[in-house]
């Protein structure tokens, strides 16, 4: 077990809905990543979050936002929802210092649009 | 877009064997991961080796990385039913935030 915690576990939601996730991190961990899995498929980077403030972006459009609290607790937001969003959206805290670079995982939050 | 792709996609060996999967990448890298994901669920940190390094081990894990030809290999001796799992590369770019990019992935099958 890694201390990352992420709910909901499964979540079924309809075209054109909104949906939050929302992630733990780890103790000490300063930053958030989130990621989308398509079935068969590894994860894609969406974003990342240093200290509140996102500090990076894949190639996800704006209707996906993020946002991290001071708690280092994180939320992914997805708008207008479509049949490709359904996915395993993952995300992973880690400590942000010297170049390096070791992520938690959480175990994930499965969403099914239809 | 996927970063590194792995070879092969899919592997099956009997328990005790030794398994080698590999990963090639294209831009400049800060270091590469090796990540293990146990039925869809989250993904557990295996090794991590920086760009200045050749060779690193962990118990029965040993990770090659060779910036020249933008690959990497993991091997992982007398393999065990429990490791039946999909195996990922990760790399994080050089420079600027340190995005983490996964590749494809390879699954293993480990038959006792």
């Known amino acids: 077990e890694t201390g990352v915690t992420q709910s909901p576990t499964h979540l079924i939601k309809t075209r054109g809905q909104q949906v939050t996730l929302r992630c733990s991190s780890q103790s000490g961990h300063n930053t958030v990543s989130w990621y989308q899995q398509a079935l068969g498929q590894g994860p894609q980077f969406i974003f990342q979050y240093y200290r509140e403030e996102e500090n990076g972006r894949g190639n996800f459009p704006p209707r996906f936002s993020g946002l991290q609290f001071p708690n280092y607790s994180s939320e992914l937001n997805v708008n207008a929802l479509e049949l490709d969003d359904s996915a395993l959206y993952l995300c992973a805290s880690s400590l942000l210092a010297g170049g390096l670079y070791e992520q938690y995982f959480g175990p994930g939050t499965r969403l099914t649009v239809t | 877009s996927q970063q590194g792709e792995e070879d092969p996609q899919a592997l099956s060996i009997q328990e005790g064997e030794n398994a080698t999967m590999n990963c090639s990448y294209k831009?400049?890298?800060?270091?590469l991961q090796w990540y293990r994901q146990n039925s869809g669920r989250g993904l557990v940190h295996l090794i991590l080796i920086r760009s200045n390094e050749r060779e690193k081990h962990s118990g029965r894990l040993r990770v090659t990385l060779d910036t020249s030809k933008k690959s990497s290999s993991l091997l992982i001796t007398a393999s065990r039913a429990a490791g039946t799992a999909s195996y990922f590369c990760?790399?994080?770019?050089?420079?600027?935030?340190?995005?983490?990019?996964f590749g494809t992935g390879t699954k293993l099958q480990v038959i006792p």
């Open positions: 990760a790399t994080v770019a050089s420079g600027g935030y340190q995005k983490v990019t």
């Open positions: 831009t400049s890298i800060n270091n």
